[in-house]
T-cell receptor
Framework: EDKVVQSPLSLVVHEGDTVTLNCSYE??????LLWYKQEKKAPTFLFMLTSSGIEKKSGRLSSILDKKELFSILNITATQTGDSAVYLCAVAYNNNDMRFGAGTRLTVKP | EAGVVQSPRYKIIEKKQPVAFWCNPISGHNTLYWYLQNLGQGPELLIRYENEEAVDDSQLPKDRFSAERLKGVDSTLKIQPAELGDSAVYLCASSPGHSTQGYTFGSGTRLTVV
């Protein structure tokens, strides 16, 4: 059965900390892995990863994919309170299917 | 460029009543998705359209849910009759065809069934 598993489910840190969010997957015909940030309702796109070992970076956020071990990590350095959100991992597979994980709820305290 | 527009933002109805949600995707996006998101869960696909054709509705509870995308542009999702367990956020997303560059999501409709 196709699945996407994120860990931890929730995380509480203080400003300035570095966090690592995990996403593992089992799908047929993998196409890409995507990370989204969801603050209130609409998830907003962060990264799309298709190749192993190539880090994608945007400011304090970075992500990398390991297609052999079937996982990805999302790193956030020097966290800020504005980083508090649910981070969703999604895997695109088959023709145009996408399966989401349950998300990691990150809370950054001042 | 306008994003994906959904309405209403919030809806409270009594159980057994009908309800409808509307979505206008980004202009030119052929693919439209309806997702259901329960509290503490990731979005789950209900139905995917390629233009006006529903190409994946395997997760849509067809006894009470229906959807349409006339003319391949905007779409409506209907529940009749609603049940307490339908309380959730209903998200619409669109993408330009078979691209996996990431969907663009609308703000969603939060449905509360009482």
């Amino acid at each position: 059965e196709d699945k996407v598993v994120q860990s931890p489910l929730s995380l509480v840190v203080h400003e300035g900390d570095t966090v690592t969010l995990n996403c593992s997957y089992e799908v047929t015909n993998f196409r890409s892995l995507l990370w989204y940030k969801q603050e209130k309702k609409a998830p907003t796109f962060l990264f799309m990863l298709t190749s192993s070992g190539i880090e994608k970076k945007s400011g304090r956020l970075s992500s990398i994919l390991d297609k052999k071990e079937l996982f990805s990590i999302l790193n956030i350095t020097a966290t800020q309170t504005g980083d508090s959100a649910v981070y969703l991992c999604a895997v695109a597979y088959n023709n145009n299917d996408m399966r989401f994980g349950a998300g990691t709820r990150l809370t950054v305290k001042p | 460029e306008a994003g994906v527009v959904q309405s209403p933002r919030y809806k409270i109805i009594e159980k057994k009543q009908p309800v409808a949600f509307w979505c206008n995707p980004i202009s030119g996006h052929n693919t439209l998705y309806w997702y259901l998101q329960n509290l503490g869960q990731g979005p789950e696909l209900l139905i995917r359209y390629e233009n006006e054709e529903a190409v994946d509705d395997s997760q849509l509870p067809k006894d009470r849910f229906s959807a349409e995308r006339l003319k391949g542009v905007d779409s409506t999702l209907k529940i009749q009759p609603a049940e307490l367990g339908d309380s959730a956020v209903y998200l619409c997303a669109s993408s330009p065809g078979h691209s996996t560059q990431g969907y663009t999501f609308g703000s969603g409709t939060r449905l509360t069934v009482v």
